[in-house]
């Protein structure tokens, strides 16, 4: 089994910071592109950011120059930095990574954290 852990989540006000990370753990033999979503009420879930095997980084227009997202690979975990918060921000962030698992079928496969829930205050 493989599990998602994400925290950091919380309510900040305009302009203020927070950082988000994720931890996988399980029967992990290999973890390839790492993920940061988001879903506000009554919108769809989008693409926030990306990080590949080799640290190739892509971001979405909304949040360039004011996320970062990184990994530690020793530690399976995935961070995103969150600076210049913004209301249109609010969101309940989610981690989603395409890991190679033992004991799992498919081998490679996505999972995804629970979310944490990321309030802006005006």
């Known amino acids: 089994q493989v599990q998602l852990v994400e925290s950091g989540g919380g309510l900040v006000q305009v302009g203020g910071s927070l950082r988000l990370s994720c931890v996988a753990s399980?029967?992990?033999?290999?973890?390839?592109?790492m993920r940061w979503y988001r879903q506000a009420p009554g919108k769809q879930r989008e693409l926030v950011a990306l990080?590949?095997?080799?640290?190739?980084?892509n971001y979405s227009d909304a949040v360039k120059d004011r996320f970062t997202i990184s990994r530690d690979r020793a530690k399976n975990a995935v961070y995103l930095e969150m600076n210049s918060l913004k209301p249109g921000d609010t969101a309940v962030y989610y981690c989603?990574?395409?890991?190679?698992?033992?004991?799992?079928?498919?081998?490679?496969?996505?999972?995804w954290g629970q979310g944490t829930q990321v309030t802006v205050s005006p």
């Open positions: 989603n990574a395409y890991i190679r698992a033992m004991y799992s079928n498919p081998s490679h496969r996505d999972y």
């Open positions: 399980g029967s992990i033999v290999s973890i390839n592109v």
């Open positions: 990080i590949n095997a080799d640290g190739v980084t």
